[in-house]
């Protein structure tokens, strides 16, 4: 055992973790485990993402000691699989704001923005057993001294280094992270995450443009419903509920 997994294991003590230096994708790992006996709360954590997964079938690419990559195990009940996504938002906006950070906000669903960059990105994914929810692993990759100048990226995404000017220690932000979601898996039907989630939300208000799976819609997001749908209206006068896409200020 190296020593970074020895205080990784004794820091998060008695949670079940599991450690890789190298790993294709944490949430893979997570959905193998979680399909076996990996508990509520288990976690899979790497330093290096080699074919990491991002929303709509993107890479999420995560050089060695450059990010926070983890997945969690959760076993909700299956009426609040859809809060899922509102609890890793709200929890990694806790955190960052933890940290001192002062422009911190939520784009729809789920990305959390750092003056007005992505510093992280999130993926729920669920697994269902005749029609039954087994659960869901909740994968996060937070940047934390990703150099994004240079590369296509800049101008999108940033770093938690680059904003805030010093060291910020991985173990440190991943047990903070954990204690936040336990907060408010323990909250999981409760109306304050919603509303937390829906009140930091910077896409309401904002004329928007989505590309789902099978259309584009362009109009003014209005509001959100407790599902964590979008709700646009266009410029027809009628208002459009949007579950998934992907979205583009303008
Ligand atoms: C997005 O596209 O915004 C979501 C990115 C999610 C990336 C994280 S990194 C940890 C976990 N493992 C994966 O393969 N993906 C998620």
Redesign the pocket.
Known sequence: MTLIEQSLLERLHPREVRFFSQIG????EALDWLAKDATSGSVVVADE?VA????LG?V?H?PPGTAL???VVLRPSAEYLSKITMLGAVAIYDMVKGLGADYVGIKWPN?VLLNGLKVS???PEAIWENGQLVGVVL???INVRIDFSDTPLAGQAISLETILGRHIDRLDLLADLLGRIDYWYEHLNTRELFETWQSRLDTIGQTVRIQTADKEVVGLAQSVDHDGALLVLNAHGQVQRVIAGDIALG
Request: proline content about 0%.
């Open positions: 994708s944490t949430n893979d993402q990491g997964k991002g929303r993107r999420w995560t990559i983890v997945s990305d990105g999130i993926l994968g996060m990759g």
